[in-house]
């Protein structure tokens, strides 16, 4: 299992993610920093969160013109395996490479919590297929423009094709939830091959091990057997 | 003005400078200065530089111990943690720019304790604010809170380092004066830590980070002086933040040393290039000679004054290795960051600045830094208030409504609006953040935790100086005990009006002392902090706050604590109470200000002994695994703590209470020295109680339901707790 993390100048989840990664794989993965336009083949590449490149302007507008964003796309167009996470999410929306975008929050804040996300059943994703369908995880999210949107003809053919892969869910220790006003209550979903996927929130955030959960490690260790 | 023009004391008046002080620079150059120079004078000598006015008194505090590294006087302190590893922290204040433009004044604040902290080596693991404004429904408040905590946030979510905690609350005398102090702790090798001391004459200066602008030129000043209703006019000496830039510098500067290539480091914080080239060289023992032509600016035509007093963000000054020249310039081009050599340490024991081919500045340092003004300002304590009996302040009020009241103030409701609005997981080493005792931050990698807390009781250090003062070091104490840990040191932010009013001084001096003796017997020295006097507007001062900000060790971060019941039919104890007790200390307490309508009165005396043995106990027992949860009780007393204890854990409890005419004095009295601690076992924890010959006794039972049953009559359900306690906020926020 080769994983490639990939780092801008204001990611700041790069190292949380090699931790947890290694944690499941007892392999580091490679950290490659964003002026790198080549890349040894990898298996799975990871965008981190963070403020790539301060996000002073659109969030991930800048990183998604870097090299190694080149370099990451060539991988994803040979049906390579991306995962992106909050800003690492943004930075595959900026690509182009998944569709729509994400805003700001509706209360127009920063928001750090724990929420609820429920599996969506009918996914269509390798990477996600060992886990049970509908399966509800908890996982923190924090960011400021997570509130994802999209026209309504990319958000009907993201429900034809099975690439939505989480909502936000209601449960007892968070209540009702939707902590950004994302259309439909998508926190997550997939490219049209099932290959790529963008997410809100942070699965190295809950991996146990003093974490108040440990479903973001049962998601990255499904991801990680799915592109195996 | 020109440059070479000479200045005459009218325009010594205007940076602040006394006409003493001016005949002092008079004397020391033994000429007339000119602009740059007189600048640097006066931001050299300001109170926020120098600490002329308090100094005489922070020496009295202890500093001491066998685990301080690096006491007061470096960008940070250092204390040891074991095995190699040290951590690096300090407080500071951003009070004046925060009041003019409260996201940028608070963001900036973050920025410049950060750069306290990586500038001695260590990478910052953790971010604590203490916050205090206005009333609740004061015009400016709702602005101000939404500001700070924004700029906080922006600042440090942007960073990347987690904010795991902190205070805030509110009172009238912060309407026109609001407190913004920021902490941050670090973790470093303990033989890598990097000092300001400038070594070596003819090693070259470098300058890094951001290019130098305009903006906050002489902030050290202004946040030296009273307030006005022309404040809104200073708004341009606010500085203005970018974290990310903050970030590359973070990370360059940690590369760099890690690469052994620096020999000297100082952030350009307050006061800029002057005030990190001054310190550099006199702790040296040695001169700087430095050219501002060389100095990267992103403004045209700045004269030597306005560089040398700019305070720009995101810069640096350090003193490299000049064998190591090439592989530190890669490593800031790698960080697309400036990277100039602008001149050399010499031997002459001058600043001597060069600007157009010209000498704009020679000066002697001696001057600057040794024969900064002292003063031993007069102080004239006011009367001490009287101590408020119980039986005064009781009305007939029910205990629940009394409960709800409190819970649901701005004094006392959840800080969850705020808190949510900072990362707090972010290195993923969090293990407790804003919500319960004291944060609970991992040391990565190991199996240690650090804990942290900032406290402080203004209204108590208003009405009895000295009690104030040693109890925000005695609830940061308990704070700390409460989780398991360890207390190993503190830093203190020192908020007051202005010490040239008499009672304001007597302030300082009590609390100083307060706090000197509380750290001296909970074995807790000082190792930073910083001092923020002139908290005034229009002649009304703030009511004092030394912040204390506290940090511990627990070895083992699986037997930590949390606030929160963790388990049905388990006993709670009360420790540091008789069982006997049927009555509280109310005077001053939030319960006389909410529900009697008095504010003031004699706060409840600190005992140090007793906050001493029941601080030790409570953590000893935690890390035996005695002790599920425990909680300090403070603000509000034994039922809010409870309160808090339940909402936390989600279990409701039933409470035994004693047969008394003071019911309400017994709940919501804040006695000292007390915890509440959830255990299995209440016949064994007794005997270990009394094995020990401290107080302390069963005073209720976790239960399986969701309420709070308070003796034989009175029952509150946790959902109308938690209803009002999570919604005030929000609807003052709205």
Same mark, same amino acid.
């Given at each position: 299992?080769?994983?490639?993390? /990939?780092?801008?100048?204001?990611?700041?989840?790069?190292?949380?993610?090699?931790? $947890?990664?290694?944690?499941?794989?007892?392999?580091?993965? $490679?950290?490659?920093?964003?002026?790198?336009?080549?890349?040894?083949?990898?298996?799975?590449?990871?965008?981190?969160?963070?403020?790539?490149?301060?996000?002073?302007?659109?969030?991930?507008? /800048?990183?998604?013109?870097?090299?190694?964003?080149?370099?990451?796309?060539?991988?994803?167009?040979?049906?390579?395996?991306?995962?992106?996470?909050?800003?690492?999410?943004?930075?595959?929306?900026?690509?182009?490479?998944?569709?729509?975008? /994400?805003?700001?929050?509706?209360?127009?804040?920063?928001?750090?919590?724990?929420?609820?996300?429920?599996?969506?059943?009918?996914?269509?994703?390798?990477?996600?297929?060992?886990?049970?369908?509908?399966?509800?995880?908890?996982?923190?999210?924090?960011?400021?423009?997570?509130?994802?949107?999209?026209?309504?003809?990319?958000?009907?053919?993201?429900?034809?094709?099975?690439?939505?892969?989480?909502?936000?869910?209601?449960?007892?220790?968070?209540?009702?939830?939707?902590?950004?006003?994302?259309?439909?209550?998508?926190?997550?979903?997939?490219?049209?091959?099932?290959?790529?996927?963008?997410?809100?929130?942070?699965?190295?955030?809950?991996?146990?091990?003093?974490?108040?959960?440990?479903?973001?490690?049962?998601?990255?260790? $499904?991801?990680?057997?799915?592109?195996? | 003005?020109?440059?070479?023009?000479?200045?005459?004391?009218?325009?010594?008046?205007?940076?602040?400078?006394?006409?003493?002080?001016?005949?002092?620079?008079?004397?020391?150059?033994?000429?007339?200065?000119?602009?740059?120079?007189?600048?640097?004078?006066?931001?050299?000598?300001?109170?926020?530089?120098?600490?002329?006015?308090?100094?005489?008194?922070?020496?009295?505090?202890?500093?001491?111990?066998?685990?301080?590294?690096?006491?007061?006087?470096?960008?940070?302190?250092?204390?040891?943690?074991?095995?190699?590893?040290?951590?690096?922290?300090?407080?500071?204040?951003?009070?004046?720019?925060?009041?003019?433009?409260?996201?940028? @004044?608070?963001?900036?604040?973050?920025?410049?304790?950060?750069?306290?902290?990586?500038?001695?080596?260590?990478?910052?693991?953790?971010?604590?604010?203490?916050?205090?404004?206005?009333?609740?429904?004061?015009?400016?408040?709702?602005?101000?809170?939404?500001?700070?905590?924004?700029?906080?946030?922006?600042?440090?979510?942007?960073?990347?380092?987690?904010?795991?905690?902190?205070?805030?609350?509110?009172?009238?005398?912060?309407?026109?004066?609001?407190?913004?102090?920021?902490?941050?702790?670090?973790?470093?090798?303990?033989?890598?830590?990097?000092?300001?001391?400038?070594?070596?004459?003819? *090693?070259?200066?470098?300058?890094?980070?951001?290019?130098?602008?305009?903006? @906050?030129?002489?902030?050290?000043?202004?946040?030296?002086?009273?307030?006005?209703?022309?404040?809104?006019?200073?708004?341009?000496?606010?500085?203005?933040?970018?974290?990310?830039?903050?970030?590359?510098?973070?990370?360059? &500067?940690?590369?760099?040393?890690?690469?052994?290539?620096?020999?000297?480091?100082?952030?350009?914080?307050?006061?800029?290039?002057?005030?990190?080239?001054?310190?550099?060289?006199?702790?040296?023992?040695?001169?700087?000679?430095?050219?501002?032509?060389?100095?990267?600016?992103?403004?045209?035509?700045?004269?030597?004054?306005?560089?040398?007093?700019?305070?720009?963000?995101?810069?640096?000054?350090?003193?490299?290795?000049?064998?190591?020249?090439?592989?530190?310039?890669?490593?800031?081009?790698?960080?697309?960051?400036?990277?100039?050599?602008?001149?050399?340490?010499?031997?002459?024991?001058?600043?001597?600045?060069?600007?157009?081919?010209?000498?704009? &500045?020679?000066?002697?340092?001696?001057?600057?830094?040794?024969?900064?003004?002292?003063?031993?300002?007069?102080?004239?304590? *006011?009367?001490?208030?009287?101590?408020?009996?119980?039986?005064?302040?009781?009305?007939?009020?029910?205990?629940?409504?009394?409960?709800?009241?409190?819970?649901?103030?701005?004094?006392?409701?959840?800080?969850?609006?705020?808190?949510?609005?900072?990362?707090?997981?972010?290195?993923?080493?969090?293990?407790?953040?804003?919500?319960?005792?004291?944060?609970?931050?991992?040391?990565?990698?190991?199996?240690?935790?650090?804990?942290?807390?900032?406290?402080?009781?203004?209204?108590?250090?208003?009405?009895?100086?000295?009690?104030?003062?040693?109890?925000?070091?005695?609830?940061?104490?308990?704070?700390?005990?409460?989780?398991?840990?360890?207390?190993?040191?503190?830093?203190?932010?020192?908020?007051?009006?202005?010490?040239?009013?008499?009672?304001?001084?007597?302030?300082?001096?009590?609390?100083?002392? @307060?706090?000197?003796?509380?750290?001296?017997?909970?074995?807790?020295?000082?190792?930073?902090?910083?001092?923020?006097?002139? *908290?005034?507007?229009?002649?009304?001062?703030?009511?004092?706050?030394?912040?204390?900000?506290?940090?511990?060790?627990?070895?083992?971060?699986?037997?930590?604590?949390?606030?929160?019941?963790?388990?049905?039919?388990?006993?709670?104890?009360?420790?540091?109470?008789?069982?006997?007790?049927?009555? @509280?200390?109310?005077?001053?307490?939030?319960?006389?200000?909410?529900?009697?309508?008095?504010?003031?009165?004699?706060?409840?005396?600190?005992?140090?002994?007793?906050?001493?043995?029941?601080?030790?106990?409570?953590?000893?027992?935690?890390?035996?695994?005695?002790?599920?949860?425990?909680?300090?009780?403070?603000?509000?007393?034994?039922?809010?703590?409870?309160?808090?204890?339940?909402?936390?854990?989600?279990?409701?409890?039933?409470?035994?209470?004693?047969?008394?005419?003071?019911?309400?004095?017994?709940?919501?009295?804040?006695?000292?020295?007390?915890?509440?601690?959830?255990?299995?076992?209440?016949?064994?924890?007794?005997?270990?109680?009394?094995?020990?010959?401290?107080?302390?006794?069963?005073?209720?039972?976790?239960?399986?339901?969701?309420?709070?049953?308070?003796?034989?009559?009175?029952?509150?359900?946790?959902?109308?707790?938690?209803? &009002?306690?999570?919604?005030?906020?929000?609807?003052?926020?709205?």
């Amino acid at each position: 299992m080769r994983v490639a993390i /990939l780092v801008f100048p204001g990611s700041n989840c790069d190292r949380d993610m090699m931790v $947890a990664v290694e944690k499941i794989t007892g392999r580091r993965p $490679a950290l490659v920093w964003h002026k790198d336009s080549q890349m040894d083949p990898v298996d799975l590449i990871i965008l981190p969160g963070g403020f790539s490149f301060g996000d002073y302007l659109r969030c991930g507008a /800048l990183a998604a013109r870097t090299p190694v964003v080149e370099a990451m796309l060539d991988h994803a167009s040979r049906g390579g395996a991306v995962l992106g996470v909050c800003n690492g999410f943004q930075i595959l929306l900026e690509t182009g490479l998944l569709p729509g975008t /994400l805003i700001r929050n509706e209360r127009l804040k920063f928001v750090c919590r724990s929420v609820n996300l429920q599996l969506q059943p009918d996914h269509g994703s390798p990477l996600l297929s060992t886990l049970d369908p509908g399966h509800s995880l908890t996982i923190p999210i924090a960011h400021n423009e997570g509130n994802y949107f999209a026209q309504e003809d990319d958000l009907e053919m993201l429900k034809q094709n099975g690439q939505i892969a989480f909502k936000y869910t209601a449960s007892p220790a968070f209540g009702p939830d939707n902590p950004n006003g994302a259309t439909d209550d998508i926190a997550g979903i997939l490219s049209s091959n099932g290959r790529v996927l963008g997410m809100m929130p942070h699965p190295e955030r809950a991996i146990g091990n003093g974490h108040p959960s440990s479903d973001g490690k049962l998601l990255l260790r $499904a991801i990680l057997q799915g592109v195996a | 003005m020109l440059e070479n023009t000479e200045m005459r004391f009218a325009d010594a008046e205007a940076m602040g400078l006394s006409h003493d002080e001016w005949l002092l620079i008079l004397k020391r150059l033994d000429r007339t200065p000119n602009l740059c120079e007189l600048g640097i004078f006066s931001a050299m000598w300001s109170e926020h530089c120098s600490y002329k006015s308090s100094k005489k008194w922070l020496k009295t505090l202890p500093t001491t111990g066998p685990q301080v590294i690096q006491g007061p006087g470096e960008n940070a302190g250092v204390v040891d943690i074991g095995d190699g590893l040290a951590t690096v922290f300090k407080i500071e204040s951003h009070n004046h720019p925060s009041y003019i433009e409260p996201y940028q @004044g608070a963001a900036t604040g973050v920025g410049g304790i950060l750069r306290d902290v990586f500038t001695m080596g260590a990478r910052p693991i953790a971010l604590l604010n203490a916050l205090r404004f206005g009333e609740e429904d004061h015009q400016k408040t709702k602005h101000l809170v939404s500001g700070v905590t924004a700029g906080i946030g922006g600042y440090g979510n942007c960073i990347g380092i987690p904010t795991v905690g902190g205070e805030v609350n509110f009172h009238k005398s912060y309407n026109g004066n609001i407190l913004v102090n920021a902490m941050a702790v670090g973790l470093a090798h303990a033989d890598r830590i990097f000092y300001s001391a400038a070594n070596g004459a003819g *090693n070259p200066v470098i300058y890094v980070g951001a290019k130098t602008g305009r903006d @906050g030129i002489h902030g050290a000043t202004m946040a030296s002086t009273e307030f006005s209703d022309e404040t809104e006019s200073k708004r341009p000496t606010v500085q203005v933040g970018d974290p990310f830039t903050g970030k590359l510098l973070m990370e360059a &500067c940690l590369e760099l040393m890690a690469a052994e290539a620096v020999l000297s480091i100082q952030d350009m914080g307050a006061a800029g290039l002057t005030s990190s080239s001054v310190e550099m060289a006199s702790k040296g023992g040695l001169g700087m000679e430095i050219d501002l032509d060389l100095v990267p600016v992103r403004e045209t035509q700045m004269s030597a004054y306005e560089i040398m007093l700019s305070e720009s963000q995101e810069r640096m000054l350090m003193v490299i290795d000049p064998d190591q020249a090439e592989t530190a310039r890669a490593i800031f081009d790698r960080w697309d960051l400036d990277f100039m050599p602008i001149g050399r340490v010499t031997d002459t024991q001058r600043l001597v600045l060069l600007k157009d081919g010209g000498v704009a &500045c020679d000066i002697p340092l001696a001057p600057l830094v040794d024969d900064a003004p002292e003063y031993d300002r007069p102080y004239r304590p *006011n009367e001490l208030q009287p101590v408020l009996t119980s039986g005064s302040l009781i009305c007939d009020f029910p205990v629940k409504d009394a409960l709800i009241k409190l819970m649901s103030s701005a004094d006392l409701a959840s800080r969850r609006w705020i808190y949510e609005q900072y990362d707090s997981d972010v290195m993923a080493d969090t293990l407790a953040a804003s919500g319960g005792d004291a944060a609970l931050v991992r040391v990565h990698g190991t199996n240690k935790a650090l804990a942290i807390s900032t406290d402080c009781t203004p209204r108590y250090v208003e009405a009895d100086p000295f009690e104030g003062g040693a109890q925000a070091v005695a609830e940061a104490w308990r704070n700390i005990c409460a989780t398991g840990a360890k207390p190993l040191g503190v830093t203190n932010n020192l908020n007051f009006g202005n010490p040239e009013k008499q009672d304001i001084m007597a302030q300082i001096v009590g609390a100083i002392n @307060g706090m000197g003796k509380a750290c001296k017997v909970l074995d807790t020295p000082v190792v930073s902090g910083n001092v923020s006097l002139y *908290n005034e507007t229009d002649s009304m001062a703030i009511q004092p706050c030394p912040v204390i900000g506290m940090v511990g060790l627990i070895d083992e971060w699986e037997t930590a604590v949390g606030i929160g019941f963790t388990s049905v039919g388990e006993a709670i104890f009360v420790i540091g109470q008789p069982a006997d007790c049927a009555d @509280g200390w109310l005077g001053n307490s939030v319960f006389a200000k909410l529900v009697a309508g008095r504010e003031g009165g004699a706060p409840p005396p600190v005992d140090l002994d007793a906050e001493k043995a029941h601080g030790q106990f409570v953590r000893e027992q935690i890390v035996l695994g005695q002790i599920k949860a425990a909680h300090d009780i403070s603000d509000g007393g034994l039922l809010v703590a409870l309160a808090e204890m339940a909402l936390s854990g989600n279990l409701g409890a039933d409470i035994n209470i004693p047969e008394s005419d003071t019911l309400l004095a017994w709940a919501f009295g804040e006695d000292q020295a007390r915890f509440l601690v959830q255990v299995e076992d209440a016949v064994k924890f007794q005997a270990l109680l009394d094995e020990h010959n401290l107080k302390g006794h069963q005073i209720g039972t976790t239960k399986d339901s969701q309420i709070l049953t308070v003796g034989p009559d009175v029952t509150i359900s946790l959902e109308e707790i938690r209803q &009002c306690y999570e919604s005030k906020l929000p609807e003052m926020m709205a």
